[in-house]
Nanobody
Framework: QVQLVESGGGLVQAGGSLRLSCAAS????????VSWYRQFPKKQRELVAL???????TYADSVKGRFTISRDNARNTVYLQMNTLKPEDAAIYYC??????????????WGQGTQVTVSS
């Protein structure tokens, strides 16, 4: 069984930094595309950043130049480095990954979310 666990959220002052981690565990053969989403209260989740299996990346306009997504395939972990945080970045951040397990079954998985709070 495959699980995704996010970590690294917390409280930070505006202008500060946080690094989120998304670690996959279980019978994993490969992680394909991995995305970070965020959700504001009473809003739908929005895409923040995406990293493909070839390491190409996509970012939401609102975070370009401030956030960096990266991956460590050996650890089945994807990171989101968030710099120059703004109060409007405060949200619950979720990781989503397309993963093939040891039977080559491919599915999309979500983590439980990690809260990011930015004080002004």
């Amino acid at each position: 069984q495959v699980q995704l666990v996010e970590s690294g959220g917390g409280l930070v002052q505006a202008g500060g930094s946080l690094r989120l981690s998304c670690a996959a565990s279980g019978s994993i053969r490969y992680m394909f595309d991995v995305s970070w989403y965020r959700q504001f209260p009473k809003k739908q989740r929005e895409l923040v950043a995406l990293i493909h299996s070839d390491d190409s990346t996509t970012y939401a306009d609102s975070v370009k130049g401030r956030f960096t997504i990266s991956r460590d395939n050996a650890r089945n972990t994807v990171y989101l480095q968030m710099n120059t945080l703004k109060p409007e970045d405060a949200a619950i951040y979720y990781c989503n990954a397309e993963i093939s397990d040891d039977t080559d079954y491919v599915a999309s998985y979500w983590g439980q979310g990690t809260q990011v709070t930015v004080s002004s």
